[in-house]
């Protein structure tokens, strides 16, 4: 029985030998071929075991014809993606489902529109044989790039081209409710028997903050625009627009931010204006972004959406429609809608 060399790297005849089978069949079991039976397949499991051995990734791209490495596109400021919880969970929730589809993590950040260039050129050239991307603006030029190179996507978010789940079946996203969700944070404050009901809302460019405003407009359809100032899911802009609504409208009792980082700066600035929370002003967030959410003070009531689920399921949404040697095929996933449930602390 062969031995491979000390410090050499074992190779597909090796672990052909120790199993006692071909090396086309060595070579069916290790790129996820079908028609090897059950028990030689364990036979070649095994040896590879044995040996270590680590598949040739370059030999294995031309018989496949995959990387197997996914892109992961945020177009966002590096500052941001690295202090928002939000983008760390979603990221979290994706790595974890690559991973057990044996599929590498391949980060892309977006600065600015110059950016746009070096991204089409790397996922033209085939590094990647999918892409997941998230916190698109309107104008992103991201989609008709995918579009013109053929680049299989699923967005996180719905994408602002799409008016709602169901216009468009050709486009795969995963979202929260978020408009479900911003009602149910108003509904909880004016049942509280708050009547002055600010909103801060995120950049309308993006679907989730569009959406989290119509939700509170649905149910105040009357709130003048007073109470609605914009932030930009930061917690200064929070801040910033604290400060704009109680300069407004000083008989605010209630404020809904659209994210947990906006809430926080809002909570600073009541802080600072001498205003009790949630005694004269309550507050409500929407993320449930941890550690944001507890250690907020007070601790915030807030929205909770499944922000990790929501990774794995893009990913895997990804993973089905590139077929993932397990069956899988070549569909185009339609759009995955979450469930949103309010989470109640002390700050409303």
Known sequence: MPEPRSGSRPTLEAVAALAGVSRATVSRVV?????????????????????????????????????????????????????DPFFSRQ??????ELTAHDTQLVLLLVEDLCDYDRIE????????DGALAFSLHTDDPLPAIADRIGMPMVYGGRPGWTAGPGEDDRVTYVDADNR??????????????RRRIAHICGPLDQ???????????????DAGCELVASGDFTAAGGARAMAELLDRAPSIDAVFAGNDLMATGALRVLRERGRAVPAEVAVVGFDDAEPVAESADPPLTTVRQDIEGMGRMMARLLMERLGDGRGGGRSVPGPVITQTALVQRASG
């Open 31 to 83: 790129n996820g071929g079908d028609g090897v039976r059950p028990h030689l397949a364990d036979r070649v499991q095994t040896a590879i075991q044995e040996l270590g051995y680590i598949p040739n990734h370059a030999a294995r791209t031309l018989v496949t014809r995959r990387t197997g490495a996914v892109a992961v596109i945020i177009p966002e400021p590096e500052a941001r993606i690295f202090s």
């Open 91 to 96: 990221i979290r929730g994706i790595s974890k």
């Open 121 to 128: 050129r790397y996922l033209a050239g085939g590094h990647v």
């Open 180 to 193: 479900g969700g911003a009602r149910d944070a108003v509904r909880h404050l004016l049942a509280q028997g």
């Open 207 to 221: 679907t989730s903050a569009a959406d989290r405003l119509s939700g509170y407009r649905d149910v105040l359809p």
